[in-house]
């Protein structure tokens, strides 16, 4: 079954002028000139995307309560050969969509119970159950940054997210509980996906401590269009990084 999952609107083109704080781009609307403040839900820092000129789509929003009327979707590859999602709903919802589906084979056994569950001190992004009464935390990040097919994760520094991989680690000590950290790639042209050491050293070092711990890693490849985004096949996750 598909798990392609359709952007919520048709999306605005537009060119990338500035970003004068982690959730605010500014761009210029290509068919009216006008010159808009978009929301950016990704909060990492986009070096490589965010250029000045680059094309940049947004969403329009009809909620008067909210300050930005604009939020920004895809970004356009600075070669022109596809798109980045900088939409952070999206990992979740595609990794969800191929669990129910059993598009991911590493997890074919697994059944899908609810989403957002809390256990621990942490609410984790999905909660998995196997027929023999096993349990599993499954914890979804986004990778947005890449290098000659390789992707990276964090694009910057996140305390939070090398909490999450340790406390994943802990979850497998325990009687009938496994976990899995699931990496969802933003873009197409990524093979494969590895901590990103050269940035947050403390991160990889948990990656590698949890797979020797036993934490499940694995790694889904996206397709990236401008009507929405599909996983395409699992992909490997190596815990020490490839640079």
């Known amino acids: 079954m598909s798990t392609f999952t359709s952007f919520p609107e048709s999306l605005i083109k537009s060119t990338f002028i ?16 006008e010159l808009a403040e978009a929301h950016l839900p990704d909060p990492g ?6 250029i000045p000129g680059t094309v940049i789509y947004l969403s329009k929003s009809n909620n008067p309560k909210r300050k930005t009327k604009y939020s920004a979707v895809i970004i356009e590859r600075e070669d022109g050969s596809g798109f980045v999602s ?27 119970i609810r989403s957002e569950f809390t256990k621990g001190n942490s609410r984790w992004d999905m909660l998995l ?45 325990e009687e009938n509980w496994e976990s899995a950290l699931i990496f969802v790639t933003q873009r197409s042209d990524i093979t494969s996906v590895s ?26 490849r996206s397709e990236v269009t401008l009507q929405g985004m599909e996983i395409v096949e699992e992909i490997p996750v190596y815990s020490k990084s490839s640079r």
């Open 129 to 173: 159950s196997s027929a023999d009464g096993r349990q599993m935390a499954v914890e979804v990040k986004g990778v947005s940054l890449a290098a000659e097919e390789k992707g990276f994760f964090p694009d910057a520094v996140t305390k939070r997210g090398a909490k999450h991989v340790r406390e994943l680690a802990e979850i497998t000590l």
């Open 86 to 112: 900088v939409n952070t709903i999206m990992p979740n919802k595609l990794a969800e969509l191929a669990v129910k589906h059993r598009a991911v084979d590493s997890l074919k056994d697994w059944n899908y």
């Open 195 to 220: 901590p990103a050491e050269h940035i947050d050293p403390e991160f990889a070092a948990a990656l590698a401590a949890a797979e020797k711990a036993g934490v499940h890693l694995l790694g889904l």
């Open 45 to 50: 820092r986009l070096l490589e995307l965010l």
């Open 18 to 33: 500035e970003r004068p704080n982690r959730f605010i781009v500014k761009c210029r609307i290509e068919e009216s000139n």
